[in-house]
């Protein structure tokens, strides 16, 4: 067993937090009240190889491992949740799944400038009526010919104010099936931009397809295999997802002990009081714990095979930890935390999140029974 980083993971590491300090965290406060992401942001990310994190070099990929790819999405969570989001959906629900079950066709037309930051791409799978029920969705895929047809309401697509291609998910007549659909395809409209509690420099947005005709080729995977594209994506998702509830909760924790150094009450630095004190110790302990979790579950998703519970484990814990981390640090800030020109606010909100996006905790938790319950006789359905 091996704890310790590699030299190449250390080089990542410190390029990461290299781009993190210099290139997002002056810009993460106005980005928030701004609600945007800035253009020339993503491409300098895109340019350091970010957006195409783990795709082959073939593709002009970075091609991290799954420990430095969490890492990679930790760092950015850091200094906004909002940027580690966006790649992340791009990278781990968008191309990873066109380089999982696309054709070579698919991989050569969209795999190289998704990497650019040409193309960004989009998840389309919740409906109004399909949330952690994702398999009863409605959105249609009707078949002529050699094209297909869709029909449906997408809701709270990632990025959709800025995504080129989206993975749209609908039902088939042999079941639920992936399509990629370029923006500009006739039919396919991008709606409402959703207010959000948090992530505000992410975008959200509802995708309405109406007589939305693509080629049939477009489809990912297997007829009938679209649950399988959206488990595999969802996991990998999962565990990005899990590394931004560490990236933001352990700089909570950086921003919150330097404040606490810094305030004076009662005519010592707060940070000698006990109270604060425990509040960054029991918020270190649970960060390490998570780091750990997290590392040893993107290894896992390295080595193939089924880790399904071992993603929801992570996904829980995770979302867990930066909820209860970020509101402590919020009390270490006293009021400073509760304002809006420092960061400790946006985090805090950001950081809620992580029990809803990418499949609710509770969810997770029905996978890790499901593991616990295995073989004794009980049947476990959500
Ligand atoms: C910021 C954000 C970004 C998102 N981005 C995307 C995206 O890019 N693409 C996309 O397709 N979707 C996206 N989603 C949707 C997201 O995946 C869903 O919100 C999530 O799957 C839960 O669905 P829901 O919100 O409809 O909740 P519901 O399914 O309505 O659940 C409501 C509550 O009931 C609980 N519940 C439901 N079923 C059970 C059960 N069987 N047992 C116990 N409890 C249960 C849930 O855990 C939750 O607490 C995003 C959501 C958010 C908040």
Known sequence: ?????????????????????????????????????????????????????????????????????????????????????????????????????????????????????????????????????????????????????????????????????????????????????????????VGYREPTLGLRSATFHTVYLEGCRVKLANRLGEAGGGSVVAQRAMDRMAVALAAAGLGVAADAVEVAAQFATERVQFGVPIAQKQAIQNYVAESFIEIEALRYLVYRTAWLIDQGGDASADVAVAKAFSARVARTVTNRMVQVMGGYGYMEDYPMARKYRDARTLGIVGGPTELQFVRVAQRIFAGRDVEIVP
């Open 1 to 189: 067993m091996e704890f310790a980083l590699n030299e190449e993971q250390r080089m990542f590491l410190n390029m990461f937090r290299d781009f993190a300090v210099k290139e997002i965290a002056p810009r993460a406060e106005d980005m928030d009240h701004e609600e945007t992401l800035p253009p020339d942001m993503l491409q300098k990310a895109a340019n350091q190889g970010f957006l195409g994190a783990t795709l082959p070099e073939t593709y002009f990929g970075a091609e991290l491992d799954g420990v430095s790819y969490a890492m990679l999405i930790e760092t950015l969570a850091g200094a906004s949740m909002s940027v580690a989001v966006t790649i992340a959906a791009h990278v781990s629900l968008v191309a990873m799944s066109i380089l999982e079950h696309g054709t070579e066709a698919h991989k050569e037309e969209w795999l190289m400038p998704m990497a650019a930051g040409e193309v960004l791409g989009g998840f389309a799978l919740t409906e109004p009526d399909a949330g952690s029920d994702v398999m009863a969705l409605q959105t249609r895929a009707t078949l002529e010919g050699e094209e297909v047809v869709l029909d449906g309401v997408k809701t709270w697509v990632t990025n959709g104010g800025i995504a080129g291609l989206f993975l749209v998910f609908a039902r088939g007549p042999e079941g639920v099936e992936a399509f990629l659909v370029p923006r500009d395809t006739p039919g396919l409209t």
